[in-house]
């Protein structure tokens, strides 16, 4: 009698993969991406005192207008003010300015009032915001539009003035977890 061969047997399909990843997990992942640091900065038009908040999350959207990007925690305090605030600026930081941006990170700080106070800065002419002297860029912005996005705002800025006063300078880093500077 004649009997075919038998074909192997198909592996099994691998179990469904949970919903998404754990904030753990999402975490470690793009802690491994690095990023720019920046200062982002804005004067608050009710109680006339200017506010700073490191950001990493900092990126170009468009040449043509010229737009960018900042991600805020929802119902932060600097969401909050830029809720407020029609201009706003951003500081590119370089390796010096390490200290500064980590004044800046700190949770549940006092007052911006003493962190601005030794810092070398001067204000803004489009934004009337505070731009770090010797940052690698600074630029200046309108906000144009806001995003709800999860537990962050998008902030989407139009650029009305972008200037390059450390074209020379070394960037500061943040991967995994700490401030970094290229090799």
Known sequence: MYS?????????????????????????????????VSLLTVHDPEDDEDA?????????????????LVSLRTDS??????????????????????????????KGRLSDRLLFGDAAWHRGPHAGAPLIDGALAT????TEQRIA????????????AAEVPAPAGRPL?????????LG
Do not use: I, K, N
């Open 52 to 68: 700073g908040m490191t950001a990493t999350s900092f990126l170009s959207v468009s040449l043509e207008p010229p737009l960018v």
């Open 149 to 160: 996005a999860g537990d962050h705002t998008l902030v989407l800025g139009r650029v009305l």
């Open 4 to 36: 075919s061969p038998q074909s192997p047997a198909a592996p099994a399909a691998p179990a469904p993969a949970a919903a998404g990843a754990t904030p753990e997990e999402f975490r470690a992942a793009l802690g491994q991406l690095a990023a720019g």
């Open 139 to 142: 630029v200046e912005c309108r």
């Open 77 to 106: 305090r600097m969401d909050e003010l830029l809720a407020r605030a029609e201009t706003w600026a951003v500081s590119l930081l370089g390796e010096e300015h390490r200290a500064l941006a980590s004044r800046f990170a700190m």
């Open 173 to 181: 880093l943040y991967l995994r977890g700490g401030y970094r500077q």
